[in-house]
């Protein structure tokens, strides 16, 4: 609670005979101050520094420097932001909740108050990542999926059940609902937040950090929320600000509409590439301009999604009529638009199409210039125009496949065909980024009717799932008569969850997946998501494809991506004619009239009526009782967490590094996937093996994904994607190294497993380190990726470049990111991977400075000696301060103890 108002800024705002007490951004003046051409996110930043001033972690001086932010200026001030609330998934809020139950009891064994471990934000977690299609193409589908889910994961449940009676302000949304970020903008969101404070009721913008990178998906109505690492989530449940640096903002002018046959998903892979091109990482981005008003809720929440995808660390939209008219949609009450409305007009956040607020760097697009377009194999920022797809496959799979024109002969259910490399083995419509778009899943759902009805099928070797965002979808599918032409192609209903898009799509068709293995063959995903990396889909898949849904459809149906969707026939109709998609692709006033005709506010209002209490599955688990869990020794999915096993009360000195050796040498682009996968677990990877030792069958090992509870699993899944490739064993493909423990000649040593070279190490004393290439940890907001490296014995990683959340996640867990000189890499350094390391002048830390660089000394087997100053990439105090403390759930611990 702030005790300090040195601008004088608080008042009340009178909303229908309410009063709000709020902060008013015009009252901050000063030298240089000019708060009315503040891009939008400042002023919100702006708004939580005024309300949460206290003289000592915000002052008066942070407030004038954000005020007097200089748009050309390179990030160099440090401020303390509190977001309203925190949002949680389940595969990355399993492990929060695993370690607030284990902080409780290292408070306990310290002396202190175990109830001081507590969420002061509201937390609110939507299970959501658990499903798997398993069945699919059938009526019960859906009931047999959740069915599955519920056996699998049983103790998690139980546990999450536990956590929302153990721990004030923490709610959960139980499985079946939808998916996080889709519940998040249709439910959960606030746009303008209230609480009460002191007695006082305040009103101010609703913020929120996430424990999953899409949580920018709030960002389309309005709300300023990145994704964080579940530590840093939990860090801000338990009341730590968020210490960050005032951000550079890119301004990103919109002009104009869609053509007809461009949809949401065209326009935000478009976004996508320009922004990644750019260069937009630690950056805000922001939309304005006349284009803004035309755009569509849906289609802004889609742009907001994929902020991830492009780098940046929100892509937000102001708020405007546009943005009331969807709270109005999806059910919120008058109080709360009348709120919104007057306080977004009051404060100057509500959006002027004609103003130019200041940016530190500019882009413009004419939405009429965007085109249909898929993005792939391998990266969402990879946009092809559709009508070159073809080619580019044609080009591409020769280095998936020594035998492009390779043919298999398959019979599935009686049917016998040839499978050729770039068959569609899996059509997927998906993921948060679509789903929650009426227009490209009604326009899907259209384009299914004109398939079936001319009489079109999907591809016998295609496995077809429609996994939507939340039940609204079902509902106007439902309303619109479309849920029985989607059937006929084989979309039935498989789940309400993220599904293949988080590596939950299931096994494709045996008889495919068996001759698919058997000949190497490259075949290929298609779905509505956001993530296409490299082993994260499907292990039987090598090349995957983000397209809108209405093209998951037309794929399904050509079934191959040497199709060319614009110029070859998809089939023949009744009569025996050719069909091509410009025969069944909907018009976008065919789509609005669906849209109209079967959306409505009371969907909303019945879907999340009582959202929290969950079906008759739900409330019969049964669930432990106690401020504490009791752990279950011979639980495989929630065990307690080793972090704070034989913890100090006050932190040792960090020291410097001496005698390590690297783990891995990794080139470009290796993201948290391959860090730590979500999806399935091999049988006979470490990971499997631990289960199998626990007498876990492999039909129930489940993903990796779902087992983040449960450190052992974790740590031998990290470095384990089935795509990685370690540089120092070459000739390899997923989680191996080299051990030089066992060897006495370093180019001696033999291949070994990560896990087991890692333990090794550890028993050996001997500190371990990781050589990275540019935006080394890209992709999802995953805390394992940080904790299993550390739990592995990897004490520092040299990148060339890091993407921000994993950045910030190693230093949460101890792990030093360093950047090699501008210029330089491992191999210009000439460094192999065999040379033992050491790493002088972190000891600074210990006198309370950063020092800006570290000495790094490589010693080859031959006594030769690479040196070069490695960049020491602890951006801020506050990550100081969680480094010197080994971590930052450490350094939380000690200040709650000592508070």
């Given amino acids: 609670m702030a005790s300090q108002d040195s601008f004088g800024a608080k008042g009340a705002l009178e909303v229908n005979g309410k009063s709000y007490e709020i902060f008013r951004l015009n009252q901050v003046t000063g030298e240089g101050v000019d708060v009315e051409s503040l891009p939008f996110s400042l002023k919100v930043l702006l708004e939580n520094l005024l309300r949460t001033e206290d003289g000592a972690n915000i002052t008066a001086d942070d407030i004038r420097a954000l005020g007097a932010w200089d748009a050309d200026a390179e990030p160099n001030k440090e401020i303390q932001f509190t977001p309203a609330r925190v949002i949680m998934q389940d595969f990355t809020g399993v492990p929060c909740v695993v370690d607030l139950a284990t902080m409780r009891e290292a408070m306990a064994d310290l002396g202190g108050d175990p109830s001081k471990i507590n969420p002061l934000a509201p937390a609110e977690m939507v299970i959501d990542h658990s499903v798997i299609a398993d069945v699919f193409g059938t009526p019960d589908a859906f009931e047999r999926n959740v069915e599955i889910e519920y056996e699998r994961n049983r103790e998690r449940y139980q546990f999450l059940r536990w956590g929302q009676g153990a721990f004030d302000d923490f709610k959960v949304v139980p499985p079946g609902t939808g998916i996080v970020h889709q519940v998040n903008i249709e439910h959960l969101a606030r746009t303008i937040f209230t609480r009460e404070v002191g007695g006082v009721l305040q009103a101010y913008p609703d913020t929120c950090v996430g424990t999953d990178s899409h949580t920018t998906m709030v960002n389309g109505i309005g709300v300023v929320g990145w994704g964080v690492g579940g530590i ?94 969807y709270l109005r949609l999806t059910g919120r009450s008058e109080e709360q638009l009348a709120l919104v409305e007057s306080y977004a007009k009051e404060q100057g956040l509500w959006h002027d199409p004609s103003a130019e607020p200041r940016f530190s760097e500019k882009l413009e697009l004419d939405l009429a210039t965007v085109v249909p377009s898929i993005a792939g194999p391998k990266r969402p920022q990879d946009r092809i125009e559709l009508s070159s797809a073809a080619g580019n496959f044609a080009e591409d799979v020769k280095t998936y496949t020594s035998t492009p024109d390779l043919k298999a002969e398959v019979t599935v259910n009686g049917e016998t065909f040839q499978l050729e490399n770039g068959a569609v083995t899996i059509a997927s419509i998906t993921s948060c980024t679509n789903t929650s778009n009426p227009s490209v899943m009604i326009g899907a759902a259209l384009l299914a009717k004109k398939a079936v009805e001319k009489g079109l099928k999907a591809k016998p070797w295609v496995k077809t799932t429609l996994a939507p965002g939340s039940k609204v979808v079902s509902d106007y599918y439902e309303k619109a008569g479309l849920t029985p032409f989607l059937n006929d192609l084989g979309f039935n209903l498989v789940g309400y969850g993220c599904v293949t898009c988080i590596g939950n799509s299931g096994p494709i068709i045996p008889e495919v997946s068996a001759a698919v293995n058997e000949h190497d063959m490259a075949v290929v995903s298609v779905l509505s998501g956001n993530r296409n990396f490299e082993g994260r889909i499907n292990p039987d898949i090598k090349m995957n494809y983000l397209a809108s849904p209405p093209l998951v459809v037309a794929y399904a149906i050509a079934g191959n ?273 065999e040379e033992v390391f050491s790493f002088a002048g972190i000891t600074e830390l210990n006198e309370g400075r950063t020092p800006k660089t570290v000495k790094v000394t490589a010693t080859k087997a031959d006594g030769t000696k690479v040196e070069f100053d490695a960049v020491v990439r602890i951006d801020t105090p506050g990550e100081a301060n969680y480094y010197r403390n080994g971590g930052i759930m450490q350094y939380v611990l000690r200040n709650l103890l000592n508070g």
Wanted: proline fraction near 6%; avoid cysteine.
């Fill in 561 to 833: 991506m040497n199709v060319d969707l614009f110029n070859d026939s998809l089939g023949k109709d009744n009569d025996g004619n050719d069909v091509f998609l410009k025969d069944i692709w909907p018009s976008p006033a065919e789509v609005e009239e669906t849209i109209r005709g079967a959306i409505d506010t009371e969907m909303f209002d019945e879907s999340y009526a009582d959202v929290f209490a969950g079906d008759d599955r739900w409330r019969s688990l049964p669930t432990p009782e106690g401020n504490t869990f009791a752990w279950d020794e011979k639980s495989t999915y929630v065990r307690k967490a080793p972090y704070f096993d034989g913890m100090p009360d006050a932190p040792a000195p960090v020291t410097d590094i001496d005698g390590a050796r690297v783990l891995l040498k990794l080139g470009d682009s290796v993201t948290t996937d391959h860090i730590s996968p979500a999806g399935a677990i091999k049988k006979d990877s470490p990971a499997g093996k631990y289960l199998a030792e626990n007498g876990v069958e492999q039909r129930d090992f489940n993903s990796y994904g779902s087992r983040r509870g449960n450190h052992e699993v974790m740590i031998r899944g990290t470095f384990a994607n089935i795509r990685l490739r370690n540089q120092i064993a070459p000739g390899t493909e997923g989680g191996f190294t080299r051990d030089f423990t066992l060897a006495d000649n370093a180019a001696d040593a033999p291949v070994s497993t990560v896990y087991d070279a890692s333990v090794n190490y550890q028993a050996a004393g001997i500190p371990l380190v990781v050589l990275a290439g540019k935006e080394y940890g890209s992709g999802s907001s995953r805390d394992w990726a940080a904790k299993g490296t550390s739990l592995l014995g990897v004490k520092a990683a040299i990148a060339e470049s890091y993407e921000r959340i994993h950045r910030s996640n190693l230093i949460g867990m101890g792990v030093i990111p360093l950047q090699f000189p501008a210029g330089e890499n491992a191999d210009s350094l000439g460094l192999t991977g």
């Fill in 232 to 325: 840093e989530a939990e860090a801000a449940m338990l009341g730590q600000p968020v210490s960050m640096l005032i951000p550079r903002v890119v301004g990103f002018k919109l002009n104009g509409d869609l053509p007809e046959g461009s949809t949401a998903t065209d326009l935000v892979l478009t976004i996508t590439e320009m922004l990644r091109k750019h260069g937009v990482v630690g950056k805000f981005v922001e939309f304005y301009g006349p284009g803004v008003s035309a755009l569509p809720l849906a289609n802004r929440a889609t742009i907001g999604n994929m902020s991830p995808e492009f780098g940046s660390t929100i892509a937000v939209f102001p708020i405007d009529d546009e943005t009331v008219n």
